[in-house]
């Protein structure tokens, strides 16, 4: 692994190489443990470099075997080469030469899972963000960008299969069992997009036909025998290629493209050119093994990665500071189209939840950084919330201000003006302001400062003289390196709802520009008048979380109801009810001492009583309305000093109260959401099995009893109802026998099956309460777990710290030191898993102080190792500031 070397990078700094690679052509003799690359890198000088700046090359652990520089092997004293390092001086002045680099490596022994390794006995490869120097020296960077030419020797009965980027050029047998392909690339592309796989797998096939009429092929390999399970990631991938062309005009490029499933990989999956590799986590799904959302995560990153094709791979970064350039638009891009491929409200209320629930605490703790940093020790720590879905919520206020038209304007002339080129964010902003003559200056702040911004709202309503006055007033919290915090240009969609829901008209507005329902807030304090309100509307504001920041606006409960009851934004509806019984889990959470019982505002079950049974409103978000926040939504507002025990027996009050109050609609609505048809995994349906699983919820809170739901556990005819009623047992009827048996009977039926075994681990280790670490610390006993598989880790030690938090906040800190002994065993071997375990701990400083001195002391006892990775190192750092 890479230890800590102090190293510190800076945007500052960047400059562009002295040396160009044109073209690279890489053979690759596979064997387990001894593969040889040889690269024949055709390289010059960059016009205007020092004609005497030696040529450095990146690696990774490498071993050098030999070097030649045109045909003659290296003399010594031209090079030096250390593992991580070749240095070659004495190059041409202007002419192209070549440059022929020799290693040897072990895939087999490579447990990070970065560079050439073997997963199931498939070679594949990771090279984002610095993977490619494992495999040999190269100016291993995104803005290098280079053709490829790639040939593969293996055993022909161990990797029938030889696949790289590009097109297929050549294949042929080389006599002793062994046999070659040879592809090529004819689009240049940085390093981190290269990638090989060669093995054994069966294959599901498809074409393609592209707008101007190019055929596709399409291929999709898995393993033997789990070709049908690739069907649903097929049919994902089709509707993307068509989307993209239909929605931003981007057409596919090359004769073929392909995905591998593979089962150990280190996230959800890799766009490289031409040849995505997968987790094959989100690529197998069948009714039996998948959940709903399994399916929507499938459909979600198939369509991520296939729109890496030209966000992030034709038009590429500079430097891995503009990660969010590629992966922030690219977010976005894929929101957009799930949100036309299923319903749009409830695919912005699943995002919002979600960038609530990772992006804002990232925000607000130590590991808080900008969608674009300025300063970075280990990149892999930088594939973050907020480089992810804050920088996909920036490109969305893009779309806020500008309009569709002008949006898809800006897009166009940034694919126009950047295509084959590694840009910058101001490439990119650059592009929307030309495009559309705007300036977006103060707006561009977004991608450079960090922390959530807050808006601050009051409402003075003058029934004399018709007006509405709002004052606005906007600030930013301090975060690491920014104590200093510059105003924002924050688009606010906004509606004034009149008393019967219908929107209030207004004569004039004065004090910040209106453009449609956005209200732009650009100074500190702006305070907006509205002129001709005779009566005191209901302000709804943040209409589809236009802006990704908090709202300290004191509402009334009844004009929260009111919203959710007649807003015509149907997110908004939704943010209405939320934000109301968020405000009542926090009050029921002040009140919890000892176990009181708590009641639920009466004007707060009507609400969400009412929306579950309004027939009108599709059951998907009905089922979205009656999910209550989380606990750690409500960890989260609160802010500081919590007692995450305190806060999971409020909920729990209000919960089973809302339960009982409401049960004869949720039993309704359970037996309605039976429908009897054969089950498909399309948004309508997927809707009506989560409603009916939240009514099973509640119906079985309401009763008390286990019974209804381990009798839909055994009726389940899909993987969704069937952990749906796993859940509900093992998390509110703990040790009961049927709860017990449910989880034998799904442990049996599943055991050859990892990817379904994962779930079964997940539900165990989120479990609330104390006793769930022993079975945490049991079930890697197991052998349903490998710390040497990311799935296994994720499923079970990161569902329990990021998930449970009173089984991992135990008051007696035992969570953190369990998971403190996990990270550093799990370094040794995977630092980058390692380190994105250990951030389960960044909000440890809002703690109450016992649980806050137990946290200090395991992130100490972390710091404290001899030697850590880099990635570690620099997240334990961080956390404890
Ligand atoms: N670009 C990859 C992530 C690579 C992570 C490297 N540590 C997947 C994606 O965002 O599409
Ligand atoms: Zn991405």
Same mark, same amino acid.
């Given at each position: 692994?890479?230890?800590?070397?102090?190293?510190?990078?800076?945007?500052?700094?960047?400059?562009?190489?002295?040396?160009?690679?044109?073209?690279?052509?890489?053979?690759?003799?596979?064997?387990?443990?001894?593969?040889?690359?040889?690269?024949?890198?055709?390289?010059?000088?960059?016009?205007?470099?020092?004609?005497?700046?030696?040529? $450095?090359?990146? @690696? &990774?652990?490498? =071993?050098?075997?030999?070097? #030649?520089?045109?045909?003659? %092997?290296?003399? *010594?004293?031209? +090079?030096?080469?250390?593992?991580?390092?070749?240095?070659?001086?004495?190059?041409?002045?202007?002419?192209?030469?070549?440059?022929?680099?020799?290693?040897?490596?072990?895939?087999?022994?490579?447990?990070?899972?970065?560079?050439?390794?073997?997963?199931?006995?498939?070679?594949?490869?990771?090279?984002?963000?610095?993977?490619?120097?494992?495999?040999?020296?190269?100016?291993?960077?995104?803005?290098?960008?280079?053709?490829?030419?790639?040939?593969?020797?293996?055993?022909?009965?161990?990797?029938?299969?030889?696949?790289?980027?590009?097109?297929? $050029?050549?294949? @042929? &047998?080389?006599? =002793?069992?062994?046999?070659? #392909?040879?592809?090529?690339? %004819?689009?240049? *592309?940085?390093? +981190?997009?290269?990638?090989?796989?060669?093995?054994?797998?069966?294959?599901?096939?498809?074409?393609?036909?592209?707008?101007?009429?190019?055929?596709?092929?399409?291929?999709?390999?898995?393993?033997?025998?789990?070709?049908?399970?690739?069907?649903?990631?097929?049919?994902?991938?089709?509707?993307?290629?068509?989307?993209?062309?239909?929605?931003?005009?981007?057409?596919?490029?090359?004769?073929?493209?392909?995905?591998?499933?593979?089962?150990?990989?280190?996230?959800?999956?890799?766009?490289?050119?031409?040849?995505?590799?997968?987790?094959?986590?989100?690529?197998?799904? &069948?009714?039996?093994?998948?959940?709903?959302?399994?399916?929507?995560?499938?459909?979600?990153?198939?369509?991520?990665?296939?729109?890496?094709?030209?966000?992030?791979?034709?038009?590429?970064?500079?430097?891995?500071?503009?990660?969010?350039?590629?992966?922030?638009?690219?977010?976005?891009?894929?929101?957009?189209?799930?949100?036309?491929?299923?319903?749009?409200?409830?695919?912005?209320?699943?995002?919002?939840?979600?960038?609530?629930?990772?992006?804002?605490?990232?925000?607000?703790?130590?590991?808080?950084?900008?969608?674009?940093?300025?300063?970075?020790?280990?990149?892999?720590?930088?594939?973050?919330?907020?480089?992810?879905?804050?920088?996909?919520?920036?490109?969305?206020?893009?779309?806020?201000?500008?309009?569709?038209?002008?949006?898809?304007?800006?897009?166009?002339?940034?694919?126009?003006?950047?295509?084959?080129?590694?840009?910058?964010?101001?490439?990119?902003?650059?592009?929307?302001?030309?495009?559309?003559?705007?300036?977006?200056?103060?707006?561009?702040?977004?991608?450079?400062?960090?922390?959530?911004?807050?808006?601050?709202?009051?409402?003075?309503?003058?029934?004399?003289?018709?007006?509405?006055?709002?004052?606005?007033?906007?600030?930013?919290?301090?975060?690491?390196?920014?104590?200093?915090?510059?105003?924002?240009?924050?688009?606010?969609?906004?509606?004034?709802?009149?008393?019967?829901?219908?929107?209030?008209?207004?004569?004039?507005?004065?004090?910040?520009?209106?453009?449609?329902?956005?209200?732009?807030?650009?100074?500190?304090?702006?305070?907006?008048?509205?002129?001709?309100?005779?009566?005191?509307?209901?302000?709804?504001?943040?209409?589809?979380?236009?802006?990704?920041?908090?709202?300290?606006?004191?509402?009334?409960?009844?004009?929260?109801?009111?919203?959710?009851?007649?807003?015509?934004?149907?997110?908004?509806?939704?943010?209405?009810?939320?934000?109301?019984?968020?405000?009542?889990?926090?009050?029921?959470?002040?009140?919890?001492?000892?176990?009181?019982?708590?009641?639920?505002?009466?004007?707060?079950?009507?609400?969400?009583?009412?929306?579950?049974?309004?027939?009108?409103?599709?059951?998907?978000?009905?089922?979205?309305?009656?999910?209550?926040?989380?606990?750690?939504?409500?960890?989260?507002?609160?802010?500081?000093?919590?007692?995450?025990?305190?806060?999971?027996?409020?909920?729990?009050?209000?919960?089973?109260?809302?339960?009982?109050?409401?049960?004869?609609?949720?039993?309704?609505?359970?037996?309605?959401?039976?429908?009897?048809?054969?089950?498909?995994?399309?948004?309508?349906?997927?809707?009506?099995?989560?409603?009916?699983?939240?009514?099973?919820?509640?119906?079985?809170?309401?009763?008390?009893?286990?019974?209804?739901?381990?009798?839909?556990?055994?009726?389940?005819?899909?993987?969704?109802?069937?952990?749906?009623?796993?859940?509900?047992?093992?998390?509110?009827?703990?040790?009961?026998?049927?709860?017990?048996?449910?989880?034998?009977?799904?442990?049996?039926?599943?055991?050859?099956?990892?990817?379904?075994?994962?779930?079964?681990?997940?539900?165990?280790?989120?479990?609330?309460?104390?006793?769930?670490?022993?079975?945490?610390?049991?079930?890697?006993?197991?052998?349903?777990?490998?710390?040497?598989?990311?799935?296994?880790?994720?499923?079970?030690?990161?569902?329990?710290?990021?998930?449970?938090?009173?089984?991992?906040?135990?008051?007696?800190?035992?969570?953190?030191?369990?998971?403190?002994?996990?990270?550093?065993?799990?370094?040794?071997?995977?630092?980058?898993?390692?380190?994105?375990?250990?951030?389960?701990?960044?909000?440890?400083?809002?703690?109450?102080?016992?649980?806050?001195?137990?946290?200090?002391?395991?992130?100490?006892?972390?710091?404290?190792?001899?030697?850590?990775?880099?990635?570690?190192?620099?997240?334990?750092?961080?956390?404890?500031?």
């Amino acid at each position: 692994m890479r230890t800590d070397t102090g190293q510190v990078f800076h945007l500052e700094d960047y400059r562009p190489t002295d040396f160009i690679i044109d073209a690279v052509s890489l053979t690759f003799r596979l064997a387990p443990q001894a593969t040889r690359v040889i690269s024949q890198l055709t390289l010059r000088r960059r016009p205007g470099a020092a004609s005497d700046a030696p040529l $450095v090359l990146d @690696g &990774d652990g490498l =071993n050098l075997v030999s070097l #030649a520089i045109g045909d003659a %092997p290296a003399e *010594k004293q031209r +090079y030096t080469a250390t593992p991580e390092m070749l240095t070659v001086h004495d190059l041409p002045e202007s002419e192209t030469f070549t440059l022929t680099v020799e290693t040897e490596i072990d895939p087999s022994a490579n447990s990070q899972l970065m560079g050439l390794y073997r997963s199931s006995g498939v070679y594949c490869t990771q090279c984002e963000a610095e993977g490619f120097r494992r495999i040999t020296y190269f100016l291993d960077r995104p803005d290098v960008l280079s053709v490829y030419t790639v040939r593969m020797e293996a055993e022909t009965k161990d990797a029938p299969l030889l696949l790289s980027n590009g097109n297929p $050029v050549e294949s @042929g &047998d080389l006599g =002793n069992g062994r046999h070659f #392909a040879v592809w090529h690339d %004819p689009h240049p *592309k940085p390093s +981190y997009l290269f990638a090989l796989v060669a093995g054994d797998l069966g294959v599901v096939e498809d074409e393609f036909t592209t707008m101007t009429g190019k055929p596709v092929v399409l291929k999709i390999f898995v393993e033997h025998g789990k070709e049908a399970r690739a069907a649903y990631a097929m049919d994902a991938l089709k509707r993307s290629m068509r989307w993209d062309e239909e929605v931003f005009g981007r057409e596919y490029d090359l004769d073929i493209f392909q995905i591998v499933a593979v089962s150990d990989f280190n996230m959800g999956a890799m766009e490289n050119k031409g040849l995505n590799v997968f987790n094959d986590k989100y690529v197998l799904a &069948d009714p039996d093994t998948a959940t709903d959302q399994d399916y929507a995560n499938i459909e979600a990153i198939i369509a991520h990665e296939y729109f890496h094709n030209w966000t992030g791979n034709r038009i590429t970064c500079r430097d891995w500071f503009q990660l969010c350039l590629k992966e922030g638009l690219t977010v976005y891009r894929d929101h957009e189209f799930s949100a036309d491929q299923r319903s749009r409200p409830v695919k912005r209320i699943a995002e919002v939840r979600l960038l609530k629930a990772h992006q804002f605490p990232e925000d607000a703790g130590p590991l808080a950084h900008p969608p674009r940093p300025v300063t970075y020790s280990e990149i892999n720590n930088f594939y973050t919330a907020t480089v992810y879905e804050k920088g996909s919520e920036v490109v969305r206020m893009i779309r806020t201000i500008l309009g569709a038209d002008g949006f898809r304007k800006g897009m166009d002339l940034y694919f126009e003006r950047h295509d084959g080129e590694a840009a910058t964010i101001e490439d990119f902003i650059k592009a929307f302001e030309d495009a559309n003559d705007a300036d977006l200056s103060q707006f561009a702040i977004w991608y450079r400062q960090a922390g959530t911004p807050a808006v601050s709202v009051s409402l003075h309503h003058d029934a004399n003289a018709a007006r509405l006055t709002a004052e606005f007033e906007q600030s930013v919290p301090q975060t690491p390196g920014e104590p200093t915090k510059k105003l924002m240009h924050i688009p606010l969609r906004f509606a004034l709802l009149d008393e019967d829901g219908s929107e209030a008209a207004t004569d004039a507005v004065k004090g910040a520009r209106i453009e449609g329902d956005v209200l732009h807030l650009t100074e500190r304090r702006q305070s907006v008048v509205f002129e001709g309100v005779a009566r005191r509307p209901v302000l709804s504001l943040n209409r589809g979380f236009s802006a990704p920041i908090t709202l300290n606006f004191q509402q009334t409960s009844e004009d929260l109801a009111h919203i959710a009851r007649h807003e015509s934004d149907a997110f908004a509806r939704w943010q209405g009810l939320n934000d109301f019984a968020l405000r009542v889990l926090i009050e029921a959470t002040r009140q919890a001492d000892g176990n009181k019982p708590i009641a639920c505002d009466p004007l707060l079950v009507t609400a969400l009583v009412e929306t579950a049974a309004d027939d009108r409103l599709e059951p998907a978000f009905r089922a979205q309305a009656l999910t209550l926040p989380s606990e750690a939504d409500v960890a989260r507002e609160i802010g500081n000093n919590i007692d995450p025990d305190a806060i999971h027996r409020a909920r729990d009050m209000i919960a089973a109260d809302i339960a009982k109050k409401g049960a004869d609609v949720f039993r309704t609505i359970f037996e309605a959401m039976y429908d009897g048809r054969t089950f498909s995994p399309d948004a309508d349906s997927a809707g009506r099995r989560a409603l009916r699983s939240v009514a099973l919820h509640h119906l079985s809170l309401a009763e008390g009893d286990p019974a209804r739901a381990f009798q839909a556990f055994g009726k389940a005819d899909n993987m969704t109802d069937l952990s749906g009623a796993l859940s509900l047992l093992v998390h509110h009827f703990p040790e009961t026998p049927a709860a017990r048996e449910a989880l034998e009977a799904f442990e049996k039926r599943f055991a050859a099956d990892p990817l379904v075994i994962d779930k079964w681990l997940t539900v165990q280790a989120t479990s609330p309460g104390p006793a769930t670490l022993s079975r945490v610390k049991a079930l890697m006993e197991t052998r349903h777990f490998s710390l040497s598989n990311p799935n296994r880790v994720r499923a079970l030690i990161g569902a329990f710290a990021a998930g449970n938090p009173t089984g991992f906040n135990r008051a007696d800190g035992a969570g953190y030191v369990f998971l403190a002994e996990q990270v550093t065993a799990l370094d040794g071997k995977n630092p980058q898993v390692a380190a994105r375990l250990l951030t389960a701990m960044r909000s440890w400083r809002s703690l109450e102080p016992v649980r806050q001195a137990h946290a200090s002391d395991a992130l100490r006892s972390i710091a404290q190792k001899e030697p850590l990775s880099t990635d570690v190192r620099d997240i334990v750092k961080r956390t404890l500031g």
